[in-house]
């Protein structure tokens, strides 16, 4: 016996994965209404028509999903989507790792009364960078 509720939770992701791509969700979209709209930024994308549409066709657009699953697409989707992620998650660490430093050093200019650099590093990134250095960081 299979276990449809982990089939249900890989449709699911499918389906998610798929159609998080706004041109795979105009195709379907034309699929499913015999329209032939070619522009993802078109009206119909711009005034949510194609969410209410989901919304409401949800099981049928599951099922073409399905028959028109490809597996090897499906695999270059996935590793796609997690270096998007990967990348993403990476780019939130540095930025935070930045936010972090340039805190530091701006307390203890601060601390020390170095109002002209605090200034300075402000709005020179090569003097803030003199200023990472001093200070070791």
Known sequence: MKDTNAQRNYKDTMFRMLFSE?????SLY???????????????????????????NRAEAIEV???EYNEEQHIR???????REGHMSGLEQGIRQEK???TLLQKNLLQENRMEDLRRSIEDEEYREKLYTEYEM
């Open 100 to 102: 972090e430093r340039i």
């Open 30 to 56: 034309n699929a499913l209404n015999g329209t032939s709209y070619t522009d993802t930024d078109d009206y119909c994308i711009k005034n949510g028509i194609l969410e209410e549409f989901l919304s409401k």
């Open 65 to 67: 999903s399905i028959f």
């Open 22 to 26: 706004k041109r795979n969700l105009l």
């Open 77 to 83: 989707n996935e590793k796609e989507f997690s270096y």
